[in-house]
């Protein structure tokens, strides 16, 4: 119990900052009477963010699972109580009394959080992937298993939108001189439904369920942490406002300007974002400019780490 007290003490400390490192966070351990060794705190840092209670958000930068200003939902009086008075919340089984105040809210985010992921705190962004999608890596991986290549699948999107894709396309990038290799495997399996290196005309001209497109991977794309050829939401957030193939296709689908801000800050409210992987990956795009100015100008986001 005492555990449970302190850790709510030193998140609450932390959730003041705009992002903490791991020094600023044993400092923080040590403030409330922590005393912890090396590999205890490496461990604890991994459950934290296991859990969703931290986020990480950049190189050695974290933030408090807290959602972004833009996505908290309206606060509610507590019904028959006047401000001032005290209750009793639980806080992963540990109960407290505190005093019902303006902030009551803002001081216990963290005491919302729940093993699902919901109320205030961030998910680590997963998606599972459809049948046909897991198989199409299956086959690549069983042909070519020194082959790096990353899937994304149209319907990867859905989450982020009011109005589903119900078509999907799904795109699988892998080194530009390997293309002809995947084309031939694929195209063997999937005649008729594989087109390798199209032009943007051609991708919506042959648009239809289960289209293959095989395109260039950009050197040195973030991989997927739960298998490496899954599309990470840094990668997926730069894609959709820069790939040749995809942006094109978005916009001939009658997407606008708004959508790609829905979807910005759905994810920027739901899910940890990497602000690092994210500008990594967008100056590799030769886009770091204009994914950062469209977050700054077009979306309620607010940024956590400085522009370097």
């Known amino acids: ?6 850790e709510l003490e030193y998140l609450r400390q932390l959730k003041e900052m705009q992002y903490f490192n791991r020094e600023d966070l044993l400092r923080a351990m040590n403030q409330c009477g922590m005393v912890i060794g090396e590999h205890a705190f490496r461990a604890r840092v991994e459950r934290l963010i296991s859990t969703g209670k931290i986020v990480r ?32 919340i639980a806080v992963e089984g540990y109960t407290a009394e505190e005093d019902i105040s303006e902030n009551i809210v803002e001081e216990n985010l963290i005491a919302k959080y729940d ?3 919901s109320g205030y705190s961030f998910q680590q962004y997963q998606y599972t992937y459809s049948r046909f999608a897991e198989e199409v890596a299956a086959r690549i991986k069983e042909h070519h298993p020194y082959v790096e290549f990353n899937v994304f699948e149209l319907l990867q999107l859905n989450e982020f939108l009011t109005n589903p894709i119900l078509c999907n396309i799904i795109f699988i990038s892998a080194k530009s001189d390997l293309g002809d290799f995947l084309f031939h495997t694929l195209n063997a399996v999937y005649p008729g439904k594989v087109l390798l290196h199209p032009t943007p005309q051609m991708l919506y001209q042959y648009y239809s369920e289960n289209l293959l497109v095989i395109e260039k991977r950009i050197s040195e794309a973030p991989t997927g942490k739960t298998a490496h050829w899954h599309t990470r939401l840094e990668k997926l957030l730069v894609d959709v406002r820069t790939d040749r193939l995809l942006l094109p296709l978005l916009r001939e689908m009658g ?11 759905k994810a920027f409210g739901t899910y940890g974002v990497d602000e ?9 795009r030769a886009a770091e400019s204009k994914i950062r100015e469209f977050i700054e100008k077009e979306t309620k986001i607010q940024l956590r780490l400085p522009k370097k």
Not at 62 to 67: G, P, Q, S
Not at 276 to 284: E, H, P
């Open 255 to 265: 997407w606008e300007e708004y959508q790609w801000v829905n979807l910005y800050e």
């Open 115 to 117: 093993k699902k992921g």
């Open 57 to 88: 958000v950049g190189r050695n930068a974290y933030c408090v699972a807290e959602r972004a200003e833009h996505e908290k939902p309206k606060r509610k009086k507590a019904a028959g109580r006047a401000l001032g008075t005290r209750v009793r």
């Open 1 to 6: 119990m005492a555990d449970r007290k302190d």
């Open 276 to 284: 690092s992987c994210l500008f990594r990956y967008a100056k590799r």
